[in-house]
């Protein structure tokens, strides 16, 4: 038996069966872990340990902390979860927050004592709360006091939730200021789960993704390592949630691991994003398409000129969404796409090695290759399903869907693209996204990219629906700007651009116009809703 600091061992004995998970592939030198690793200490005590004590890590609303603030906070608040609280490494801890310093405080407490991180959005009800009470046994709650309703709300149904603590409040501070700043970080095993990340609900139906210490460190040696290279004078901000892995690394564990600051705000619309990248002089941005693309009519706004580098992510990056941002900034998106299962980004390119319409390259530490539906590779120009291979992969928490996502060592991402010889990807769509018209093979981002082009369109999404003769046809759930109408005229004037600047049969013949479309907090277009609206 390997070993494991993990005295609770219910999330490691609810792993996939080892006949069920991919293969991991560790072929970087940077990837070669020791067997022995906890996050919170490569990311911050280790930071410490090199000098970093005095230098700006966290900044907040009304807060600037340094390394050496963070650490003492974080080494607080794990004496407080182990000392009064009873908890024990394995135990699970629910995270409820808002992005601000002392929710990355409660993040990096849990994995110092050993916990396995569980995070929820802040919109989520009761009902949402106790499933993942449920499904995750989890015993402890780390819960922000504004947000304290719904969770008190689910408490009754939910005996194993047992420890519940408020933060943010003047009361958790007081109680923090009485432990020492001395902690010991629990000696975890790499492989040691270190949180469950439920997925973001584009298809309405949740799943665990369990990932380990080692996976957090390996996504930051991919990305920030091998791609976004920031510097230790970066200072990063964003809208992407610290509950979704997006936000998790691209607003605490990358700017930690460059030793670099970051900036968490809550509620974060694209006006105050680029008012705060103004006040706070930030040089990198993770945010999605639609934030870039409203803040792109703001830019002249602003004095943005610290901006350096912006990260676009969640979902498909429209080339018009690109171009209109590079034209407000001069700077170039790094575009890529992740996901829940694989932790980050796999897939992306940089200003240095864009290709116009192409999502770009898997990152170094990756393999790719694209598949049809009996796992063979498909010629270069052809349509195929991603399937992925690397340090990081899919691990669903006791859930049979496993099989689905995982095939012969293979991780099956659910997105379709096809490869030109030269190795770039061209993203066409996630897999229960292709829509068949009259035995056309559609995808309903190809036709979303050409609508956001038309200056009337402000947002849009197309999905298929039953169609007697067709099979499907193609309806598009469209927001304009202000100042255009959604009448009659203006449906046959959307129809008939796409018609000129893409295939005729690609048209949406039917569309509809509304005020905002469904998204998740990440961003990501919620087709599914839109499904339910037709229906």
């Given at each position: 038996m390997s070993y494991t600091a993990h005295i609770d061992r219910f999330v490691r004995d609810n792993l996939p069966p080892i006949d069920q998970l991919p293969e991991f592939i560790f072929e970087l030198p940077q990837l070669q872990f020791p067997d022995r690793l906890n996050a919170a200490k490569a990311l911050l005590d280790k930071a410490v340990a090199e000098g970093a004590a005095g230098r700006p890590a966290v900044i907040g609303k009304g807060i600037r902390w340094t390394y050496g603030d963070l650490q003492?906070?974080?080494?607080?608040?794990?004496?407080?979860?182990?000392?009064?609280?009873?908890?024990?490494?394995?135990?699970?801890?629910?995270?409820?927050?808002?992005?601000?310093?002392?929710?990355?405080?409660?993040?990096?407490?849990?994995?110092?004592?050993?916990?396995?991180?569980?995070?929820?959005?802040?919109?989520?009800?009761?009902?949402?709360?106790?499933?993942?009470?449920?499904?995750?046994?989890?015993?402890?709650?780390?819960?922000?006091?504004?947000?304290?309703?719904?969770?008190?709300?689910?408490?009754?149904?939910?005996?194993?939730?047992?420890?519940?603590?408020?933060?943010?409040?003047?009361?958790?501070?007081?109680?923090?200021?009485?432990?020492?700043?001395?902690?010991?970080a629990v000696d975890t095993a790499a492989d040691d789960p270190a949180l469950i990340a439920f997925t973001s609900g584009t298809t309405g139906v949740p799943k665990g993704c369990i990932h380990l210490h080692r996976d957090v460190m390996a996504m930051c040696e991919?990305?920030?390592?091998?791609?976004?290279?920031?510097?230790?004078?970066?200072?990063?901000?964003?809208?992407?949630?610290?509950?979704?892995?997006?936000?998790?690394?691209?607003?605490?564990?990358?700017?930690?691991?460059?030793?670099?600051?970051?900036?968490l705000l809550e509620k974060l619309t694209p006006p105050a994003l680029i008012e705060a990248i103004e006040q706070y002089r930030t040089t990198i941005c993770f945010t999605s398409p639609t934030g870039y693309r409203q803040m792109s009519g703001l830019v002249s706004n602003y004095n943005i000129q610290s901006l350096k580098k912006c990260v676009s992510a969640g979902e498909a990056l429209p080339v018009d969404t690109r171009n209109k941002w590079k034209e407000a900034t001069g700077i170039q998106i790094h575009d890529g796409i992740g996901?829940?299962?694989?932790?980050?980004?796999?897939?992306?390119?940089?200003?240095?090695?864009?290709?116009?319409?192409?999502?770009?390259?898997?990152?170094?530490?990756?393999?790719?290759?694209?598949?049809?539906?009996?796992?063979?590779?498909?010629?270069?120009?052809?349509?195929?399903?991603?399937?992925?291979?690397?340090?990081?992969?899919?691990?669903?928490?006791?859930?049979?869907?496993?099989?689905?996502?995982?095939?012969?060592?293979?991780?099956?991402?659910?997105?379709?693209?096809?490869?030109?010889?030269?190795?770039?990807?061209?993203?066409?769509?996630?897999?229960?996204?292709?829509?068949?018209?009259?035995?056309?093979?559609?995808?309903?981002?190809?036709?979303?990219?050409?609508?956001?082009?038309?200056?009337?369109?402000?947002?849009?999404?197309v999905i298929g629906v039953p169609d007697p003769d067709r099979g499907q046809i193609l309806k598009a759930f469209v927001v304009l700007h202000p100042g255009h109408h959604g009448d009659d005229a203006m449906v046959k004037t959307l129809q008939e651009f796409v018609k000129q600047n893409a295939a005729p049969y690609k048209y949406p013949r039917a569309v509809q116009f509304i005020s905002a479309l469904p998204r998740t907090e990440t961003g990501k277009l919620q087709r599914f809703k839109l499904k339910a609206i037709a229906a």
């Open positions: 003492n906070k974080v080494n607080q608040l794990a004496r407080v979860l182990t000392e009064d609280m009873g908890l024990v490494p394995g135990n699970r801890v629910l995270l409820r927050g808002a992005n601000t310093p002392w929710f990355a405080v409660c993040w990096l407490a849990v994995w110092k004592a050993g916990g396995v991180a569980v995070s929820t959005m802040p919109l989520l009800r009761a009902k949402e709360l106790k499933q993942f009470i449920r499904l995750a046994r989890i015993s402890h709650a780390l819960c922000e006091a504004s947000l304290a309703e719904e969770l008190n709300l689910a408490r009754p149904e939910c005996p194993e939730l047992t420890q519940v603590m408020l933060f943010g409040d003047d009361a958790f501070v007081e109680k923090l200021s009485l432990k020492s700043t001395e902690f010991t991919v990305v920030p390592g091998s791609w976004l290279k920031p510097s230790a004078d970066d200072i990063f901000i964003g809208t992407p949630p610290l509950a979704f892995t997006f936000g998790l690394g691209g607003l605490l564990c990358f700017p930690l691991w460059a030793r670099a600051s970051t900036v996901g829940t299962e694989v932790i980050h980004i796999y897939l992306a390119s940089g200003p240095e090695n864009y290709r116009e319409g192409a999502l770009g390259k898997i990152l170094p530490g990756y393999r790719g290759m694209l598949v049809d539906e009996d796992m063979q590779t498909v010629a270069v120009g052809q349509t195929g399903k991603l399937a992925l291979k690397g340090p990081t992969g899919c691990r669903y928490l006791a859930d049979e869907r496993q099989t689905s996502f995982v095939r012969d060592g293979w991780n099956i991402t659910g997105d379709t693209y096809h490869q030109d010889s030269d190795g770039y990807f061209y993203y066409h769509a996630r897999v229960d996204d292709i829509i068949v018209t009259s035995g056309y093979n559609v995808a309903g981002p190809e036709v979303e990219s050409v609508l956001l082009e038309h200056p009337a369109v402000s947002e849009c999404g």
